[in-house]
C-alpha cells in the first residue's frame, strides 16, 4: 500500500494560527514581536527563504526587519550590526541567513548573537542548553521534524530513528532531541563515513534524511511500514521547469511504496521550519520583561 503523504503545511498553519493567537496577546502590552533578518549578498536559495519567512511573519502580525547587506560587507561591519539589534529592545530575535560569503567567519557572527534573541537556536549557548534538557531555543528544522513527528499515530517511545546526516544545524541537534526521555528513540546517526548506509536505514522505524543528496535513499533501503522524514531541499536541473529547476528531496519518491508515512518536498519539513522560527520568535517577546 502507498504511504500516507505527511502534509507539513496544515500541520505548519496550525503552529503559525497559535503564534498569531500569542502575538496578539504581546500586542496587547505594547510588545510586537520582531525578528531582524540578516542577508548577506544574494544567494538566490537564501532570498527565497527570507521571503517565506518575511511573509509568515507578516501573516502573523508579527514584524519582519529585513536588512539585506552587499556580499562585500566585512566582517566588522556585519559584527557592529549585531551589537546594534543585540541593544536594540524593539527587535526580539536575530536571524543571520546562512550561507555567509566566504570571507566571514560564521561562527564568530553566531557567537556574537545575544543567546536571548538567538531564534535559530544555533548558538553555542542554545546547542548547550539543548544537550543539557534546560530551557532555550531549540534550532527550528530538528524541532519541526520531532512536530510534525509527534502528530503520526505513531509510537515513537522505543521506536530506532536513523537520522543520516550529522551537521550542527539538522542531523546533531535531531539525533540529541529524538533521545529526550519525552520522545525517548534509540537513534543511529549515518554519515559520510558510514559503511554501507543501507544496512543502517533498514533497520529504521522512522528514517530521517538529511544529507542534501538529492534521491539518495531508495525504496530497497527502506523497511516496510516505516516513517521517513525527507528533510533534503536539493536543486536539480530541469530544463523543462520555468527557472530551469525544481528541489527534490534525500528520498526517492519511489520509497512511498514502502514507507508507511512519508514527507513530500516542497510541502512536508520546509514549512515546519517557518513554523517553530515563528514560535521561537514570540518565545523570545515573551521573555521580555515589562
Ligand atoms: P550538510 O551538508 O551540512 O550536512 C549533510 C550531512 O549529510 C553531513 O553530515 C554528511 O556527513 C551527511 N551525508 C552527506 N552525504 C551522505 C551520504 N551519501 N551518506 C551518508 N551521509 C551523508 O547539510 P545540512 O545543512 O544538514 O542540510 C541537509 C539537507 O537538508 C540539505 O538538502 C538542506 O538543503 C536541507 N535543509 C532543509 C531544511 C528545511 O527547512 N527543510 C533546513 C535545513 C536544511
Given amino acids: 500500500m502507498a504511504a500516507h503523504i505527511i502534509d507539513g503545511k496544515t500541520v505548519s498553519l496550525k503552529i503559525r494560527e497559535e503564534a498569531k493567537q500569542r502575538a496578539a496577546v504581546l500586542r496587547e502590552k505594547g510588545i510586537i514581536p520582531c525578528l531582524a533578518v540578516v542577508v548577506a549578498g544574494e544567494d538566490p536559495a537564501s532570498l527565497s527563504y527570507v521571503k517565506a519567512k518575511g511573509k509568515a511573519l507578516a501573516e502573523a502580525d508579527m514584524e519582519g526587519r529585513d536588512i539585506r547587506l552587499p556580499a562585500a560587507v566585512t566582517e566588522t561591519e556585519l559584527l557592529d550590526l549585531i551589537a546594534n539589534l543585540n541593544n536594540d529592545e524593539k527587535v526580539h530575535g536575530?536571524?543571520?541567513?546562512?550561507?555567509?560569503?566566504?570571507?566571514?567567519?560564521?561562527?564568530?557572527?553566531?557567537?556574537?548573537?545575544?543567546?536571548a534573541k538567538d531564534v535559530d537556536g544555533f548558538h553555542p549557548v542554545s546547542a548547550g542548553n539543548m544537550i543539557l534538557g534546560r530551557p532555550g531555543f531549540l534550532p527550528c528544522t530538528p524541532h519541526g521534524v520531532l512536530a510534525l513527528l509527534k502528530e503520526l499515530p505513531v509510537s515513537l517511545s522505543?521506536?530506532?530513528?536513523?537520522?543520516?546526516?550529522?551537521?550542527?544545524?539538522?542531523?546533531t541537534p535531531l539525533a540529541n532531541l529524538l533521545t529526550r526521555r519525552n520522545v525517548n528513540a534509540t537513534v543511529t546517526v549515518c554519515h559520510t563515513g558510514t559503511k554501507d548506509l543501507a544496512r543502517h536505514t533498514l533497520q529504521a522505524d522512522?528514517?530521517?534524511?538529511a544529507a542534501g543528496k538529492p534521491a539518495l535513499i531508495k525504496p530497497e533501503m527502506v523497511k516496510p511500514g516505516a516513517v521517513v522524514i525527507d528533510v533534503g531541499v536539493n536543486r536539480v536541473e530541469d530544463s523543462s521547469a520555468k527557472n530551469g529547476y525544481r528541489l527534490c528531496g534525500d528520498v526517492d519518491p519511489a520509497v512511498a511504496e514502502k514507507a508507511a508515512y512519508l514527507t513530500p518536498v516542497p510541502g512536508g519539513v520546509g514549512p515546519m521550519t517557518i513554523a517553530m522560527l515563528l514560535r521561537n520568535v514570540i518565545q523570545a517577546a515573551e521573555a521580555v520583561k515589562i
Avoid: M
Wanted: charged residues 15%.
Fill in 94 to 115: 536575530i536571524l543571520v541567513q546562512l550561507p555567509l560569503p566566504r570571507h566571514i567567519d560564521e561562527n564568530k557572527v553566531i557567537a556574537a548573537i545575544d543567546p
Fill in 158 to 171: 522505543g521506536a530506532h530513528a536513523v537520522v543520516v546526516g550529522r551537521s550542527n544545524i539538522v542531523g
Fill in 206 to 209: 522512522i528514517l530521517i534524511a
